[in-house]
């Protein structure tokens, strides 16, 4: 079934992976983007809306008649504000005053109670010292979406990678279970997608990864 779906961070490597394989689905996009120019993809059934997501007016006009959210928003790690906080804030408020309720969000693996399936070097050297600013905004990304009134799923992906969709991948894994803690943006494009048709992981973070 064709649905209208707008997608913020499109520009971003899984955003686009987004854009082609629900184009190919046959579904309405929407691809809300800062610089219009760093999206290539062209196609009759793609709209693309320039806006700032730290902007509501700009997020609340976009929002109208979709029916499915994605959101993809990602920063350098070294960047120190809560773009991903404020922004998913945003979104939210706009589905919720457009009366749009489904909402896909991916964040990352490797925080809060998802911690315990890092590797040693990543949980005490790299999220410390690298990694501590973008986890931090993404907690609080979580924690907004929880607190909405939205149909939400959170997709908790591991390293992401340029590889090829294979579409064979783990989720919902246990802190213990054996990942490689990497998977395909094109991976996570497509669970992120499987989630319009299935309630399964509705109100659930679920982590991903190979």
């Not at 320039?50 to 109208?64: I, P, R, S, T």
């Not at 939210?92 to 693996?109: D, G, W, Y």
């Not at 990942?179 to 494009?189: E, H, T």
Request: charged residues 20%.
């Amino acid at each position: 079934m064709s649905r209208k779906i707008i997608i913020f961070g499109a520009t971003g490597g899984t955003g686009q992976q987004l854009i082609i394989q629900s184009l190919a689905k046959g579904h309405h996009v929407s691809a809300f983007v800062r610089s219009p120019q760093k999206l290539q993809i062209q196609n009759r059934m793609l709209s693309v809306i320039k806006g700032d997501v730290l902007n509501y007016n700009e997020v609340h006009g976009a929002m109208n008649g979709h029916k499915i959210v994605f959101s993809c928003l990602g920063m350098p790690a070294s960047d120190k504000t809560n773009l991903r906080t404020v922004g998913t804030a945003n979104i939210i408020k706009a589905m919720e005053s457009h009366k749009v309720n489904r909402f896909i969000c991916q964040t990352s693996l490797g925080y809060g109670d998802s911690k315990e399936v890092l590797p040693w070097h990543m949980k005490y050297l790299v999220v410390p010292f690298i990694l501590k600013n973008a986890f931090k905004d993404h907690e609080s990304q979580e924690q907004v979406i929880q607190n909405s009134k939205t149909e939400w799923t959170i997709i908790r992906p591991g390293n992401m990678t340029n590889g090829k969709r294979t579409g064979k991948y783990k989720y919902g894994f246990q802190p213990t279970d054996k990942i490689k803690l990497k998977i395909s943006r094109s991976d996570v494009a497509d669970f992120m997608l499987r989630q319009i048709e299935s309630k399964e992981h509705l109100y659930k973070k679920v982590g991903i990864s190979y």
